[in-house]
């Protein structure tokens, strides 16, 4: 009987009192700014904000899901690698009749070892060169870090063809099944990380590297680091440990 109210007649401060009543589908055509308890009040006052809550200006940072990924996938690679290396030592201090670490051609292993350490420099300055735009610069690093991965894994299956050439295999004893394990498993995650930079040469090469792709990247230099830091424990504890004694 009388005049209509309107859709806030108490001048109300909270947000339900900012739509129409009955609401529409979706309550709100915009959303308001809130940053207090009682929004409507700081649109109406804004030289007077709600001193109840203080308005949050910080950033919420979300990790990139490449590198959180790739980081997980370390994690979980150096408990498998760490295992192996325990039941390396392990076997080690039990020696068995039949081949020990003195087979192994020590001083060669190191000539490649430090190709693969080589390596993570170079990729680091391909990593440089990228976020630069260095296009040329990056395709040579790059293209040089897959040489020196590839050395190295030549030099391990030359390694691997002279102890088969000398009748040790997998299968020999203890000592040949825990070093071709170990050695055999950190090969095949080099070879894994020099397809993946092939892949990377590839797109770089052909101009076809966004900006979407640069956390990949990046997330493949993790990757090699990683294996360059496993082979220094294997070599340490493979080749090295044994002069030692």
């Known amino acids: 009987n009388g005049k209509l109210a309107s859709d806030n007649p108490w001048n109300a401060w909270t947000l339900e009192w900012a739509t129409t009543s009955p609401p529409p589908h979706e309550n709100f055509h915009a ?21 109840i ?12 899901k490449n590198k959180v990924g790739m980081l997980t996938f370390i994690l979980s690679e150096a408990g498998f690698f760490m295992t192996l290396i325990l039941a390396y030592l392990f076997f080690y201090v039990h020696p ?15 000539i490649f070892s ?23 610069s990056m395709l040579g ?8 991965g590839g050395i190295f894994l030549v030099g391990q299956g030359t390694e691997y063809w ?6 040790v295999d997998v299968s020999t004893n203890l000592f040949s099944t825990t070093f071709f394990t ?19 040469l590839w797109l770089a090469w052909r101009g076809d590297f ?15 680091h990683f294996v360059d830091v496993v082979w220094v424990f294997v070599l340490l504890t493979v080749y090295i440990l044994p002069l030692l004694r």
């Not at 087979?103 to 190191?110: M, S």
């Not at 690093?141 to 020196?148: E, K, N, R, S, Y």
């Not at 966004?210 to 090699?224: D, H, I, K, L």
């Open 96 to 110: 068995q009749p039949g081949p020990t670490p003195r087979e192994l051609d020590v001083p060669r292993t190191l």
């Open 182 to 200: 170990l050695t055999g498993f950190h090969g095949l995650h080099v070879l894994l990380g020099l397809v993946a930079l092939l892949i990377f």
């Open 162 to 167: 002279k102890l088969f050439q000398t009748g």
């Open 53 to 64: 809550v203080g308005e949050n200006n910080s950033a919420i940072t979300i990790p990139d």
């Open 114 to 136: 430090v190709c693969l350490f080589a390596s993570s420099f170079t990729f680091w300055r391909s990593e440089i060169a990228m976020s630069k735009q260095l296009r040329s």
């Open 31 to 51: 959303l308001p700014p809130i940053r207090s308890r009682r929004p409507l009040w700081d649109i109406a006052n804004p030289d007077r904000p709600d001193p």
């Open 141 to 148: 690093w790059l293209a040089l870090t897959i040489v020196l």
């Open 210 to 224: 966004a900006s979407g792709r640069e956390s990949a990247f990046e997330a493949a230099g993790y990757y090699w």
